[in-house]
């Protein structure tokens, strides 16, 4: 620390004795320089703007301009019009102008949940959620799938993800469970190689100090800090009830990871921590983070979350805005309302309320990931990375991801008679279930709309369309999404393939405290399972109450939500790859039981943390 503080001082020096010139305009100059030039020339407006974060349906070049807004996001399904790479890489370019025709030209940076793939953009790829691809086991197809997603989100001038989440889930009735890779703290941590695909590795590591690569990449946000999948019964934005050692063992642990592999801004939970809000928790945010962890990176709030601080929603934001600023919250997602955040911020420096020094170390901090992502010599959208969204050789990637986050829970009702692999020679196959053909159920929630929705919402390979690519010629392919008892033995098939599960959601709206899987679902497994044999392929964020329904299948995959290239799974249902994905997180017997993780003492799941059968090998249940 001393050394740093007389590196500052000569920092100060020697731009105190050439104030002449924009030092922090020369891309030679130390990026530290650099931030003390441009830091001391800021008047607290252009400060104030900095921090402030707002949605693209509130911009346009004269509001940056204006109020020299510092950064710019869209909601889930907030898109340009048209939602196509043109479209993006200029509305970037437009709000960029206005952010470059400031007194001091400071570029904005636009951010994006990219959460499983480039997920708001039409015919990008759409990878597995996290929930499947922690059943993989596999931190390097983890680095590869961020580099994927850092290309086709620079394909359409965007340098910053809110990505990834990684939060440790522990209970399942947690609508954002399926954003969590494992229950498991351990394997949570090894999952952060993400953070290397999005940013590049650094090749001089120094703990704390954000850092991205080159063009090709994006800044990456590490979230939500911190105990967010820990809330009591698995209520969104709930309480966490646990003491100071266990959040640091379960929750905070992956934190950890992340800074010590550059990562460059972190998001606040919504969650409290023992009745105590985290965007409020200047223990939590500036002693813990910022000054044990040395994050030299930028704290970014949630969507709205100074609302939230106080209830009823937005009560006293005056208080909500002091509050969270001296907790240390360096940048708002307001993202609507930015005048009074704005102004309130400013009124409350001005009376003292909020210390000069602090907003100084938040600007600091968000100036030191826009220099360091090269935002001032490249600010536009390089036009040159358009063709890589949605390319062939990111749904090859996709691809494997999916085959290799299945895991076969059940193969066969007796010994030495496993239903997989499939035979692509049957005469008449029979494809039933209301997540066979459907796109956007198998992609689920944050899927080019916040919630998700059913039906043919981006490009991609359904399930069904990817049987009739793998079978036989000769074979017939019978698809029916919900059939009536009779239906499946009327048409004589060799084997049904029964895909069904949730509908799509996200937080908040996914909170659910029964975990049955979808009446509809139920229905199409007891009428054709009971009638024929069957493979039961189940769509789910999280594990579903299926102990009553395990007698009827003859085999049973956990396929979570596996995204756009459903010829992952059919690569290895019939035969052509070997299971290898294990359980991310115990699959629970009833809803009775939750929480419920590894190591507890009542630990009974129907199918344990780590459990994932090979081909032909064992039974099941």
């Known amino acids: 620390?001393?050394?740093?503080?007389?590196?500052?001082?000569?920092?100060?020096?020697?731009?105190?004795?050439?104030?002449?010139?924009?030092?922090?305009?020369?891309?030679?100059?130390?990026?530290?320089?650099?931030?003390?030039?441009?830091?001391?020339?800021?008047?607290?407006?252009?400060?104030?703007?900095?921090?402030?974060q707002i949605d693209l349906t509130v911009t346009d070049p004269s509001v940056m301009k204006d109020y020299n807004i510092g950064s710019v996001l869209n909601g889930g399904g907030t898109v340009p019009e048209g939602n196509t790479v043109t479209a993006w890489q200029n509305m970037i370019d437009k709000f960029q102008s206005g952010a470059l025709?400031?007194?001091?030209?400071?570029?904005?940076?636009?951010g994006v949940d990219a959460v499983h793939g480039h997920n708001n953009v039409h015919e990008a790829t759409i990878f597995p959620h996290n929930v499947g691809l922690g059943c993989t086991r596999d931190p390097e197809l983890l680095k590869r799938i961020g580099e994927a997603t850092a290309l086709e989100v620079r394909a359409t001038g965007i340098p910053y993800v809110f990505a990834p989440c990684i939060a440790t889930c522990r209970d399942p009735r947690w609508g954002r469970c399926?954003?969590?890779?494992?229950e498991s703290t351990d394997l949570v941590r090894n999952m952060t190689d993400f953070i290397f695909g999005l940013q590049g590795e650094p090749a001089n590591k120094t703990a704390g100090v954000p850092f991205v690569a080159d063009s090709s990449k994006v800044a990456a946000c590490a979230k939500h800090y911190v105990g967010d999948g820990g809330t009591m019964r698995g209520i969104d934005e709930a309480n966490t009830v646990i003491d100071y050692e266990s959040l640091v063992k379960i929750?905070?642990?992956?934190?950890?990871?992340?800074?010590?592999?550059?990562?460059?801004?972190?998001?606040?939970?919504?969650?409290?921590?023992?009745?105590?809000?985290?965007h409020a928790n200047e223990y939590l945010v500036t002693q813990v983070l910022k000054n044990e962890l040395k994050f030299q990176g930028f704290l970014i709030s949630d969507w709205e979350a100074l609302d939230r601080i106080t209830t009823p929603w937005g009560a006293n934001y005056t208080y909500s805005v002091q509050a969270s600023i001296n907790a240390g919250i360096d940048m708002v997602m307001v993202p609507y309302n930015y005048t009074i955040f704005i102004s309130e911020l400013t009124r409350l420096v001005e009376s003292g309320y909020i210390k000069m020094d602090r907003i100084n170390d938040a600007v600091t901090r968000i100036l030191r990931v826009k220099f360091m992502m090269g935002l001032f010599e490249q600010p536009f959208a390089d036009k040159s990375y358009s063709d890589?969204?949605?390319?062939?050789?990111?749904?090859?990637?996709?691809?494997?991801?999916?085959?290799?986050?299945?895991?076969?829970?059940?193969?066969?009702?007796?010994?030495?008679?496993?239903?997989?692999?499939?035979?692509?020679?049957?005469?008449?196959?029979?494809?039933?279930?209301?997540?066979?053909?459907?796109?956007?159920?198998?992609?689920?929630?944050?899927?080019?709309?916040?919630?998700?929705?059913?039906?043919?919402?981006?490009?991609?390979?359904?399930?069904?369309?990817?049987?009739?690519?793998?079978?036989?010629?000769?074979?017939?392919v019978i698809y029916e999404s919900d059939p009536e008892a009779g239906f499946a033995k009327s048409q004589g098939a060799d084997y049904a393939i029964v895909v069904v599960g949730e509908p799509p959601y996200a937080e908040y709206e996914g909170d659910n405290l029964n975990l049955t899987i979808p009446a509809e679902g139920v229905h199409t497994i007891h009428n054709v399972c009971s009638e024929v044999k069957c493979v039961v392929i189940l769509i789910s964020g999280r594990p579903l109450v299926i102990e009553p329904y395990l007698p009827m299948m003859d085999a049973l995959v956990a396929a979570w939500l596996p995204g756009s290239e459903g010829?992952?799974?059919?690569?290895?249902?019939?035969?052509?790859?070997?299971?290898?994905?294990?359980?991310?997180?115990?699959?629970?017997?009833?809803?009775?039981?939750?929480?419920?993780?590894?190591?507890d003492k009542h630990y009974d799941p129907l199918f344990p943390y780590g459990f994932g059968l090979k081909m032909g090998t064992a039974l099941g249940n």
Request: net charge positive; aromatic share 8%.
């Open 1 to 52: 620390m001393a050394i740093r503080v007389i590196f500052l001082s000569c920092v100060f020096f020697l731009v105190s004795n050439v104030v002449s010139m924009d030092l922090y305009k020369d891309p030679k100059m130390d990026v530290e320089v650099r931030i003390v030039d441009v830091l001391q020339k800021m008047t607290l407006a252009e400060k104030v703007g900095q921090m402030t």
């Open 251 to 278: 929750h905070m642990a992956p934190y950890v990871d992340s800074i010590a592999k550059g990562v460059s801004t972190i998001m606040v939970s919504y969650s409290s921590w023992n009745g105590v809000k985290m």
């Open 178 to 182: 399926y954003e969590s890779y494992s």
């Open 388 to 476: 890589y969204l949605g390319c062939q050789a990111h749904r090859v990637i996709a691809r494997e991801a999916a085959r290799k986050s299945l895991v076969l829970l059940k193969n066969g009702k007796e010994a030495g008679k496993p239903l997989l692999p499939l035979s692509k020679n049957a005469s008449r196959i029979l494809v039933a279930g209301s997540h066979a053909d459907d796109i956007g159920r198998q992609c689920g929630g944050w899927t080019i709309s916040w919630q998700g929705a059913a039906g043919s919402t981006t490009k991609g390979t359904t399930i069904l369309e990817a049987v009739k690519n793998t079978v036989s010629a000769e074979s017939q």
């Open 101 to 110: 025709a400031t007194r001091l030209q400071i570029p904005m940076i636009y």
């Open 567 to 599: 010829a992952g799974i059919t690569d290895v249902i019939f035969g052509d790859e070997e299971f290898v994905g294990v359980l991310s997180r115990n699959w629970f017997k009833t809803v009775d039981q939750l929480p419920m993780n590894v190591g």
